[in-house]
């Protein structure tokens, strides 16, 4: 294709692709981008969980996948992860404001955890910005049923930094 031809196409792309215009902002504005990006998309998990105006949805699906295309066109391995652990922290603090959810949400805060904690078993620099956070989670689930807190204690506790501190 011709030169012209090729910036129809990528500019077409880009007027109809919302991912696409945010991985340019990205790509031209670094940094800037990437925190506005993490604020969005803090913002949309946070209102599966508590929104600011209307009924809960709670669609658990829609906030991972917000925080999966946030690791996508940002590339942010930090920004996910905490991500993440916002995900796992909210639905914590739902269950802990509206009672005992069922056994898919549970599952599905318990291998988000899981995420969190591999990650941070392979990078202790991870581990550091986030230890605190990951020890509170398991502390606010106390009481919370289907053994919920019993996956995070048995999660969290297989850190091996947590033998190094």
Known sequence: MEHKELVGIITELFKANKPVQDYFAVKI?????????????????????FPT?????LRLSVAKKTISEYK???GDAEGATGLMLYYVELGTEFTNTYGDI????YNSMLSMYEKVVEACEDDKHLYGLFSDRLFKVV???DGVGWGY???L???YYSLGWLEED
Request: proline share 2%; glycine share 8%.
């Open 53 to 57: 105006k209307g009924y809960v949805k």
């Open 29 to 49: 504005n670094g940094e800037a981008a990437i925190e506005e990006l993490y604020e969005k998309a803090a913002e949309e998990v946070t209102n599966e969980f």
């Open 72 to 74: 996508k066109i940002t």
């Open 102 to 105: 069922d056994l898919p949400f």
């Open 139 to 141: 502390e606010e689930s």
């Open 149 to 151: 807190h019993d996956g």
């Open 153 to 155: 204690c048995n999660i």
